[in-house]
């Protein structure tokens, strides 16, 4: 047998899933002694309530996501003209009239760090950077320099700089590889 | 078919990557003396064939190699590199050869794909 509040019964035909949340309001209301009794009677309806707060509808506002998105390709492809000028003005900067000492190590660490620091403050989402330089000495030696990746040729992508003046030549690479 | 390990997240081996870098050097340049006209074969098979073995290893990975090599005549060198990455899976290894007349330093960066 129904409860009094019957207006919960003629809610329900007319409205569904949103009188249903209302009626698990006015049930709490009530008392206990007659829930139990209810959950006798109508045991398809109530138990589905009870018993599944899922049902409950979720409000979604537009710009929103009731889950995380998988975002499989960029929104803003990483720029490589803007990424070189950016290693061009840190290197020259950096280097300049250097010349070549034991201590270019602590100089090339500093500059892959400086790239890198350069390259994050873009702030390019979902991109993941690596940094690499090569400072050498001019010396009458030949050095060649070959890179090749295993990527996604449409999300990733490298920016490179060739420094030189009388004394060194640095190579500076960023690569930039998207997280999908 | 190599298969992929999905569903658990593999960390990169760096040891296993520089074991196969290795092999691939020495069967590239292994014995041989510097050559200024086949310079750029050695370089880009060595990449090509670094690559071709990591990738047989099966893993989620993208990965990046990089060679350089340089004759030996008292000039330097230094290489550095600075990566902003997951430590937790993404990783690198740098392997240094060298023989009479050149050397050779190759760089492998894995940064992990997920499935």
């Known amino acids: ?180 | 078919m190599e298969e992929y390990h999905s569903g658990d997240e593999v960390a990169f081996n760096p040891d296993e990557a520089s074991n196969a870098v290795k092999e691939c050097i020495e069967g590239v340049i292994g014995g041989v003396d510097y050559n200024q006209n086949k310079v750029n074969q050695w370089t880009a098979s060595i990449v090509e064939h670094s690559l071709t073995q990591l990738v047989k290893q099966g893993k989620p990975f993208k990965y990046i190699v990089n060679c350089a090599v340089m004759q030996k005549s008292g000039a330097g060198l230094h290489t550095a590199n600075s990566c902003y990455w997951d430590t937790t899976t993404d990783g690198s290894c740098t392997v240094r050869w060298e023989n009479r007349t050149m050397y050779c330093v190759v760089s492998v960066f894995a940064v992990a794909v997920a499935l």
């Open chain 1, 1 to 180: 047998m129904l409860p009094r509040s019957s207006v919960t019964c003629s809610d329900r035909r007319g409205f569904g899933r949103e009188s249903q949340k209302s009626r698990v309001t006015i049930k709490a209301e009530n008392d206990s002694k007659q829930q139990r009794n209810r959950t006798k009677k109508n045991a398809g309806a109530v138990k589905t309530e009870e018993s599944i707060p899922w049902t409950r509808s979720i409000t979604i506002h537009p710009g929103e996501s009731a889950w995380r998105p998988y975002q499989t390709a960029p929104h803003r492809r990483f720029p490589n003209e803007l990424v070189r000028s950016v290693m061009k003005s840190t290197v020259d900067a950096r280097l300049g009239c250097l010349e070549y000492t034991a201590s270019c190590s602590a100089v090339a660490t500093e500059l892959s760090d400086s790239i890198k620091d350069a390259a994050k403050r873009l702030s390019y989402e979902r991109y993941k950077l690596i940094s690499y330089v090569a400072i050498g000495q001019l010396r009458d030696s030949d050095v060649t320099c070959s890179s090749r990746g295993v990527w996604c040729p449409a999300a990733d992508t490298f920016t490179e700089y060739v420094f030189k003046n009388e004394h060194l030549f640095a190579l500076c690479i960023l690569f930039a590889v998207y997280q999908e």
